[in-house]
């Protein structure tokens, strides 16, 4: 990650989100739950992936429109923890959530402020 200086809270939260979510499919995958695993793999690690292409957008709106994207892979990825945690007592899902419900407000602020 960068140095304090150049730092970026919704970049660093949803790489740090990436990891975790890396790791709880793994553990779904062992449990054979691969449709689920797969699934969550590819929505939680895109909202980071969208939000870190955002950062060299060209335009405003180029901007904006990455973040949506962010936004979007992020109701997805809360769609599947809310599966998961209604399926299996999964004690990470509630903190995924909670940690999900984060960046989820935190891009919707700097989507609101970026129309500006």
Known sequence: MRGDKGRNLIVDLSFGFSLKIIRFTSLLEKEKKFVLARQLLRSGTSIGANIREAQNAESRADFIHKMKIAAKEADE???WLLLLDNLENYSLCKEL????????????????????
Do not use: D, F, H, P
Not at 98 to 105: L, V
């Open 77 to 79: 990825t809360e769609y």
């Open 97 to 116: 959530l909670t940690e999900c419900g984060s960046i989820i407000r935190v891009l919707s602020k700097i989507i609101g402020s970026s129309r500006k």
